[in-house]
């Protein structure tokens, strides 16, 4: 990494060699799935990806194998990281949480069909307000939870494609045109308590698709594709990324862990940017750390669980938003809440969609950073409750379910606790 400058407190980085860093997986990706596959299976699979419908859960290394879903989720990554190469961004915790998010969902769920009408509708939102792109860039990102829309409209509803396709599309640009000053008023909602406030926006926008369709007699039917194939294969490769992830860290704060323990004092309520409160290499090392730690939950809560497309998705977005709130202090006691709604409730506690509430529930960690050990525990046994019963208000088109479902949780619980304390 050329222009990495060593100083006394360690290695200060700039934007190119931040950027190269975000380059690395998808970088690897691309070329693994070349040494994995040829390129005539990886044209039939991106086909069967852009054609499929993408609603929860979808997992595309069983729609297009693993070729197929390696390029898929590289280049929708390199297209994001040129974006913000162009517009010539400062790499910070929130350009970093959203560029690990469409990586991890790019294994089910977003394409690169599905993913463009949002950055139309964005583009035009800030014509007309006449406002730079790279003010909304990150809420823009995030909007392509709304993905699976576009392919259900296209292509799963029984239309003529002439009429399918268009409305589709047309619904995707509506949506990146008013998510930016929607998800800025439902942020009130839970008052920074839930890290994806996206996903809470999106799945408001979720059920009003899905209530217009049902009346008029259309249902989205649910659905849970699989895979099994790359469990080994895809353990591997993680646990060795996150593994270099902490050695990057390691490596610019001046080859030591000295100072990790600070970032434990923030209770990681939005907006709390790890890049700028910490540096860069603590960020890394968190990072890294959280990924191992997201892998052991799915081992010890799965029972050495498999890992597909979605439980893929599920730690990459703990790993993203490890640089923009989330440490080991205020997740772990969600993923035991989780743990312990997974054992003493209905559902199966090594199935996927239980799974991936441990996960994705990790965005409630501010509530556990705010109100407590005993609060996080609480907030994640509430959290697979909900998570599991709010998918069929949006049919599934919201990829962010859990950010939905997290978004009832903290305005919930953050409410109730504040009023138990002000009670005291």
Known sequence: MSGIKQKKIGFKIGRIENLEILLI?????????????????????????????????TDYLKIGGLGATFVNTSLLAFFNIFIIYKL???????LIAATYTIIGFSFFGKNIFNVWPMYIGGYLYIK??????????????????????????????NLPIYIGLPLGIFFGIICGYIITPLSSNMSRVHDGYNLYNIGFTAGIIGIVLNSILRSF?????????????????????????????????YVINNKSFKGYNKIFNFSGRLVTDFTQLVGYGLTFINMGIMGLIAMSFVFLAGGNGIFNGPVVGGIFTVVGFAALGKHPKNTIPIMIGVFLAGILKIWNMQSTPVIIAGLFGTTLAPITGKYGFSAGIIAGFLHLSV?????????????YNNGFSGGLVAAFLYSLFDTLRKGD
């Open 387 to 399: 998570a599991m019963n709010v998918g069929t208000s949006h049919g599934g088109i919201n990829l």
């Open 25 to 57: 997986f998808p970088t690897l990706l691309f070329i693994l799935a070349f040494v994995f596959d040829n390129p005539n299976n990886i044209f039939h699979g991106l086909y069967s990806i852009i054609i499929s419908p993408d609603i929860l859960l």
């Open 88 to 94: 010539q961004l400062k790499i910070n915790g929130a």
């Open 128 to 157: 007309y307000h006449q406002i730079e792109f790279k003010n909304i860039l990150v809420v823009v990102m995030f909007s392509t939870a709304l993905a699976p829309a576009v392919s259900e409209l296209s292509f799963s509803l």
């Open 217 to 249: 007699g259309i249902n989205i039917p649910q659905q849970q594709i699989l895979s099994t194939e790359y469990d080994t294969f895809l353990k591997i490769l993680l646990f060795l990324f996150f593994i270099l992830l902490i050695i990057i860290g």
